[in-house]
Nanobody, 126 residues
Framework: QVQLVESGGGLVQAGGSLRLSCAASGRTFSHLAMGWFRQAPGKERDFVAASSWGGTSTYYADSVKGRFTISRDNAKNTMYLQMISLKPEDTAVYYC????WGSGSRLMKMGGMDYWGKGTLVTVSS
């Protein structure tokens, strides 16, 4: 079993920045593919970004390319999402997700992930 705990959410003005963290435990971190999804009020949960196991490949939703960067520190068992140039439409609960030995486009779908955190709220004011 993998446990995921997100942190770093909060209230920020449009154009500002935030860094989300996801601490993982329960499996060898480098064996985990990790990702971020988000769910805005009244909407479905959408893919944001992902990193293949080992961190060799990254994937981004078109809406965040150039603004968000996913990274991981295998020594700290932690994944990050650096968000810059935030927009009000980025407001959502951000969820960390993981799966063992994952890579490729399946990481961009909820069904491609096996483990989920409880989420952290990001609110971007205009």
């Amino acid at each position: 079993q993998v446990q995921l705990v997100e942190s770093g959410g909060g209230l920020v003005q449009a154009g500002g920045s935030l860094r989300l963290s996801c601490a993982a435990s329960g499996r060898t971190f480098s064996h985990l593919a990790m990702g971020w999804f988000r769910q805005a009020p009244g909407k479905e949960r959408d893919f944001v970004a992902a990193s293949s196991w080992g961190g060799t490949s990254t994937y981004y939703a078109d809406s965040v390319k150039g603004r968000f960067t996913i990274s991981r520190d295998n020594a700290k068992n932690t994944m990050y999402l650096q968000m810059i140039s935030l927009k009000p439409e980025d407001t959502a609960v951000y969820y960390c997700a993981a799966t063992l030995w994952g890579s490729g486009s399946r990481l961009m779908k909820m069904g491609g992930m096996d483990y989920w955190g409880k989420g952290t709220l990001v609110t971007v004011s205009s």
